[in-house]
């Protein structure tokens, strides 16, 4: 049985930074191309980055350039999202998710998490 557990969300403040954690049981992250996702209130989900099976990574939301590291630790079976300096229009449900497509719309893979809570206050 796959599980997608993701933790680390909360209240931030802007300028600040937090670590999102996504563990994942019942396979490896490492086969898997794995992506964070994140849906705002009122707004539809958007792929905010993908780490792919080979370890490299690539980011999708224009508006977290700069700020954003995607990683995974292997030996804890765990992806990460590090935001550094989130900005109020950050807040959002951040999803993790295995099995994101690598091209065309990134379909998302079948198997999500239950989501983590990240609110930016000004």
């Known amino acids: 049985q796959v599980q997608l557990v993701e933790s680390g969300g909360g209240l931030v403040q802007a300028g600040g930074s937090l670590r999102l954690s996504c563990a994942v049981s019942?396979?490896?992250?490492?086969?898997?191309?794995m992506g964070w996702f994140r849906q705002a209130p009122g707004k539809g989900r958007e792929l905010v980055a993908i780490?792919?099976?080979?370890?490299?990574?690539?980011h999708h939301t224009d508006s977290m350039s700069g700020r954003i590291a995607i990683s995974r630790d292997n030996a804890k079976n765990t992806m990460y999202l590090e935001m550094n300096s989130p900005k109020p229009e950050d807040t959002a449900v951040y999803y993790c998710?295995?099995?994101?497509?690598?091209?065309?719309?990134?379909?998302?893979?079948?198997?999500w998490g239950q989501g983590t809570q990240v609110t930016v206050s000004s």
């Open positions: 019942g396979v490896l992250v490492s086969d898997w191309n």
């Open positions: 998710n295995a099995g994101v497509g690598l091209t065309g719309n990134h379909n998302p893979g079948r198997y």
């Open positions: 780490l792919r099976r080979d370890g490299k990574a690539t």
